[in-house]
């Protein structure tokens, strides 16, 4: 099939935008089900200009409403099932504290409460009592916490790496370098993908069944092509290492993640794969 002026237009079941994270998922897991897939990713895969690079990222099943833990629920058997189909060992369990300082603007009760909905077991704490169980931890007076035993670590960019192997093993089409410049809607015909950029001489046009849009901080570039928008705010989340003066008070087996639950509100993990800055030793925080 060809355009107006000539130029091949290829029929696809489905094309994939942005292969971050939840694009390689996607790619993966549609592949992993015999759809035809092509994943286009408009930078190099693994940049890190997105989200989904970089070393550490949380699992847990502590969250605020009863529809995100069933959702983080289900998100467990998926990364169980990446590391069945990949024969990677991607999660790291350490347990996890989410620390609620007195009079915090974040609610303990909508965590509790969510978890006791779905069957998620965990534990009550108070600032004593954490700082009893992991030396490493020092918290102001009155701090209460929530202990999950299941929170988890797992590495952000090899994990996409992988979803993108997995994806290419079961016959998804990848390519990076291939910006999508417009979404256009044919209907009965499925939805036109305009790729410029490096491919354009080779892959100028998809003719898909259907178009997942995992474009994350672009999203309503892409969207603004089919005449809507999302109400999305982008944000730069600051990521800093930290070297332990006393290492071994801060191991994966010895220290929980920990998320203080109070505006502002930021997380910190034990000693995982990339090194510290010894400019910033983690002394400073306790
Ligand atoms: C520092 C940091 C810490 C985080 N911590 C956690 C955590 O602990 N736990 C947790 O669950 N989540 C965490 N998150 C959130 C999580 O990492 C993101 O939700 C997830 O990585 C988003 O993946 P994504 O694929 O949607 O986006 P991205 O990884 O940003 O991927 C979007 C991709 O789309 C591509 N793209 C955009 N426009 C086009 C186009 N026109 N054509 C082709 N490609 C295009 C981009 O180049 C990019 O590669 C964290 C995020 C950050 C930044």
């Not at 693994?46 to 990222?57: I, L, N, Q, V, Y």
């Not at 974040?106 to 700082?131: C, K, N, P, Q």
């Amino acid at each position: 099939m060809t355009d107006a002026s000539g130029a091949p237009i290829e029929r696809v079941d489905t094309v994939v935008v942005g292969a971050g994270g939840l694009g390689s998922a996607t790619a993966w897991q549609l592949a992993r089900r015999g759809t035809g897939v092509v994943l286009l990713e408009k930078f190099g895969f693994g940049h890190k200009r997105g989200a989904s690079h970089d070393t550490s990222r949380i699992l847990r099943r502590s969250y605020h409403t009863p529809g995100y833990v069933a959702l983080a629920n289900e998100a467990y058997d998926d990364w169980a099932l990446l590391e069945r189909d990949s024969g990677e060992r991607l999660v790291t369990t350490t347990g996890g504290l989410d620390l609620f300082p007195p009079g915090s603007l974040i609610a303990a009760i909508d965590y509790t409460t969510s978890m006791a909905a779905r069957g998620v077991e965990f534990e009550e704490l108070t600032g004593a009592e954490v700082e009893a169980r992991w030396s490493a931890l020092s918290l102001p007076e009155g701090t209460r916490a929530l202990y999950q035993a299941d929170t988890s670590i797992v590495p952000a960019g090899r994990s996409t790496a992988t979803m993108q192997r997995l994806a290419r093993e079961n016959d998804a089409r990848l390519y990076d370098a291939a910006p999508v410049t417009a979404l256009i809607d044919r209907g009965d015909n499925g939805v036109e993908v305009v790729v410029g950029g490096a491919l354009a001489s080779t892959y100028r046009r998809f003719l898909a069944r259907r178009v997942v849009l995992t474009a994350d901080a672009w999203t309503n570039d892409l969207l603004a092509h089919l005449g809507t928008s999302l109400p999305l705010t982008v944000t730069r989340e600051q990521v800093t290492y930290f070297a332990p003066s006393a290492p071994e008070r801060f191991g994966a087996d010895r220290l929980p993640v920990w998320i203080w639950m109070d505006d502002p509100s930021f997380y910190g993990f034990p000693t995982y794969d990339e090194a510290g800055n010894a400019d910033y030793p983690v002394s400073w925080l306790v």
